[in-house]
């Protein structure tokens, strides 16, 4: 079964540190990871995603995740948090196995991610 | 590029009175588009995967006779919702693929907040 997992509901930082939001995934074959951010009352806004290749995927706004293919891990960073950045963030993975779901994302259930000046 | 735009933002309708909802890729050709439903501070429910020209798929337990989906043309995906009721309420949100395959992101658009009284 394809799944993913965002284990924090929120995280909360203060301006200028780093932030990790955890994701950890299983999914048929090879994965294909994104991660979307959604502002209030807003559909989501791709940030980055992992194909294939480096390990270390940057993205938008200053955004970089790590794949982690023992730990089925696909965390999002950013070395220094801005206020901006506080929104709800969500992991998916595409599995590029699996027949009828073939294409589909499936989606972690969100983690609302708070910076504070 | 890879705007999807979808109309309306926002829309109060009586219960019992049908409401549809407009799902637009202005900028690329959609073959595959994705209806989502998310309860707040929750994650996206997959309701239905919208294929152009074929009748859409729908996820386990979306009653596909109160939610109509239509994707007459490769740039165009609606939802009505049917007979809705209070229950109904919530945040509607479509995606598209791109026409990268299954390398390419999601293009979401702005959703749509349906209050239903």
């Known amino acids: 079964a394809q799944s993913v997992a965002q284990p924090e509901d929120q995280v909360n930082v203060a301006e200028g540190n780093p932030l990790t939001v955890k994701c950890t995934y299983s999914v048929s074959g090879n994965p294909y990871l994104f991660w979307y951010v959604q502002y209030p009352n807003r559909g989501l806004q791709f940030l980055l995603k992992?194909?294939?290749?480096?390990?270390l995927v940057k993205g938008s706004y200053g955004f970089e995740a790590e794949f982690n293919k023992s730990q089925t891990s696909f965390h999002l960073k950013k070395p220094s948090a801005l206020v901006s950045d506080s929104a709800l963030y969500f992991c998916?993975?595409?599995?590029?196995?699996?027949?009828?779901?073939?294409?589909?994302?499936?989606f972690g259930r969100g983690t609302q991610l708070t910076v504070w000046p | 590029g890879a705007v999807v735009s979808q109309h309306p933002s926002r829309v109060i309708c009586k219960s019992g009175t049908s409401v549809k909802i407009e799902c637009r890729s202005l900028?690329?050709?959609?073959?595959?588009m994705f209806w989502y439903r998310q309860f707040p501070k929750q994650s996206l429910m997959l309701m239905a995967t919208s294929n152009e020209g074929s009748k859409a798929t729908y996820e386990q337990g979306v009653e596909k006779d109160k939610f109509l989906i239509n994707h007459a043309s490769l740039t165009l995906s609606t939802l009505t919702v049917t007979s809705a009721h209070p229950e109904d309420s919530s945040f509607y949100i479509c995606?598209?693929?791109?026409?990268?395959?299954?390398?390419?992101?999601?293009?979401f658009g702005n959703g749509t907040r349906l209050t239903v009284t």
């Open positions: 998916a993975v595409r599995p590029s196995l699996g027949g009828s779901t073939l294409g589909r994302l499936y």
């Open positions: 995606s598209a693929t791109g026409q990268g395959g299954y390398n390419s992101p999601l293009h």
């Open positions: 992992y194909i294939t290749g480096d390990n």
């Open positions: 900028d690329f050709q959609a073959t595959t």
